[in-house]
């Protein structure tokens, strides 16, 4: 079975700095991975993703992510954060043989303050 | 393209009650998906369609919880004689769009919806 764990729950950041959500996951399987973002009262919205190739990802609103085989982690990083990409940020796992369940984290909760 | 719509956004409905809620995928997307998200968890997978069959059931989706996807369009998901463990955001997505990348790997991009929040008292 597959897990994705997202070990903070809070990252609390003032504008402008960088910031750096962890994800590790566990899978016996070669899996994808994505990060998700979820705004207040929306649905949730794909930043990026891995499937193969590059292990560094870049994706939408400045985001990248790197894969890293060995430590079973796909981290989230963006070098300078604004105010408006506070929200809730989930990282996701599908098996590459069954890509259409997504096997999600219990979400990082980004705050960025002025 | 609209976008994934479900509806209602809130029910609160009382134990013992049945609830039904609807999602409409993007327009010829094929698959669709369901999901539950608790409070403090991300989202759980539930079970999804491609057209009118369903392809796959969690074994979270107890006995009173029902999907269907009639015409392969709309899905309604129902949950009969509701408890408070009940309670929770239940998220909707759409896929058809295939993403291919290199080596071979490809997978469905879904799209989600707004979800609709279920409060059972």
């Known amino acids: 079975a597959q897990s994705v764990t997202q070990l903070d729950s809070q990252v609390p950041v003032f504008e402008e700095a960088p910031v750096e959500l962890r994800c590790n996951y566990s899978?016996?399987?070669?899996?994808?991975l994505f990060w998700y973002v979820q705004y207040p009262n929306q649905g949730l919205q794909l930043l990026l993703k891995y499937l193969s190739g590059s292990t560094l990802v870049k994706g939408i609103n400045g985001f990248e992510a790197e894969f890293n085989k060995s430590q079973t982690s796909f981290h989230l990083r963006k070098p300078s954060v604004h105010i408006s990409d506070t929200a809730e940020y989930f990282c996701a796992v599908s098996v590459r043989y069954n890509t259409d369940k997504l096997i999600f984290g219990t979400g990082t909760r980004l705050q960025v303050f002025p | 393209d609209t976008g994934v719509s479900q509806d209602p956004r809130h029910k609160i409905t009382k134990r013992g009650q049945n609830v039904t809620f609807r999602c409409d995928p993007i327009s010829e997307h094929n698959r669709l998906y369901w999901y539950r998200q608790t409070l403090g968890q991300g989202p759980e997978f539930l079970t999804y369609?491609?057209?009118?069959?369903?392809?796959?059931k969690s074994r979270l989706l107890s006995d009173r919880f029902s999907a269907e996807r009639p015409k392969g369009s709309f899905s309604t998901l129902e949950i009969q004689r509701t408890e408070q463990g009940d309670s929770a955001m239940y998220l909707c997505?759409?896929?058809?769009?295939?993403?291919?990348?290199?080596?071979?790997?490809?997978?469905?991009?879904?799209?989600f919806g707004p979800g609709t929040r279920l409060t059972v008292l």
């Open positions: 997505a759409s896929s058809s769009k295939v993403v291919r990348a290199s080596g071979g790997s490809s997978y469905n991009e879904q799209f």
């Open positions: 369609f491609q057209n009118e069959a369903q392809l796959e």
């Open positions: 899978s016996s399987v070669s899996v994808y």
